[in-house]
């Protein structure tokens, strides 16, 4: 049986309407395991629960607990005499982010969602914020992260903590370049699409009509385009603009996409030339050809074209 042992446990706590739920989404998102209101009666437990069928067993995604006034059984000291034991006798690295966030701004945000403060279902909700800043107090205190919320929205919290966690890979964009043809559709998952069809055609060379954009024939030809080298370059310049823009907005997955008529030649060129490259500025992309099997057919390219001087 594998035994949990994650790397860093985190609790979440602080002021009911301070962003704690967001806070733990974010974490889920970036890769982290989370738990909300667990009595940490029961951490012992969670740690000791073996790991699930194929799970990998030197699983040690980093633990977020959120725990707060609502939590069973909460004592503020009672929870800091438990962190420094999870700490000191038993090794594991454990901080504490406490967030913070002024009394009239709670007021207001309970106002506008008007759900009843935890500690004041009968009161004002003034009463329960101030009743439960003084029960918290051992928390904030001992807390070695503090955020203060009062001025934060929901994006800019999500971003602070984003920055501040996602560590050691966690939270990365997934991305994907892909190549296919624009006679079989676009595909659907694209979220940036370049269409690859000004460059010149190998389907009309009948020498390297069979091959495909893998080939160092077939890329030759296409590169030998007097158009390729600027626009190659300023294709790459926005993605390696756009891709870390959509990382720091915590998009999970992004797919460029590359397509030429038929998807075997110019768009799969393309696609491998744009993963080596930005597998040399530290990405790893993952490249799928959606069309490079299927047959070519000179009905799907339609007509070869000669550009020359004049009009397009």
Not at 123 to 150: C, K, Q, V, Y
């Amino acid at each position: 049986m594998n035994r949990r042992r994650p790397k860093q446990i985190l609790l979440v706590t602080g002021m009911s309407g301070a962003g704690k739920s967001t806070v733990l989404r974010t974490l889920e998102d970036l890769g982290w395991e989370t738990a909300d209101n667990l009595p940490l009666l029961l951490l012992h437990r969670l740690l000791d629960t073996p790991q699930g069928e194929g799970a990998d067993g030197d699983d040690d995604r980093p633990l977020a607990l959120g725990i707060g006034s609502q939590t069973r059984g909460f004592d503020a000291e009672s929870v800091v005499q438990r962190v420094k034991k999870l700490s000191a006798q038993e090794g594991y690295q454990l901080g504490t982010l406490f967030l913070e966030c002024d009394g009239a701004e709670l007021e207001r945000r309970y106002s506008e969602t008007r759900r009843r403060h935890p500690l004041a279902q009968d009161r004002p909700a003034r009463d329960g914020i101030a009743r439960e800043r003084e029960l918290l107090m051992p928390l904030r205190r001992w807390s070695n992260r503090l955020i203060d919320t009062t001025t934060l929205s929901t994006n800019e919290l999500q971003q602070q903590i984003r920055h501040t966690f996602a560590g050691d890979g966690l939270g990365k964009t997934v991305l994907t370049i892909a190549s296919f043809g624009f006679a079989r559709g676009l595909p659907r998952d694209a979220d940036l699409v370049f269409d690859m069809r000004f460059l010149r055609n190998p389907h009309w060379v009948q020498g390297l009509r069979p091959g495909t954009g893998q080939d160092a024939d077939v890329s030759a030809y296409i590169a030998d385009d007097p158009a390729y080298a600027q626009a190659m370059a300023q294709i790459e310049a926005l993605l390696l603009l756009l891709l870390p823009r959509y990382q720091a907005e915590g998009k999970a997955y992004v797919t460029a996409a590359f397509g030429c008529t038929g998807g075997r030649h110019r768009s799969v060129h393309v696609a491998e030339r744009m993963a080596r490259r930005l597998r040399e500025e530290g990405f790893s992309p993952t490249v799928t050809h959606r069309d490079l099997q299927t047959a070519p057919q000179d009905s799907l390219e339609g007509a070869p074209v000669t550009i020359s001087g004049g009009g397009v």
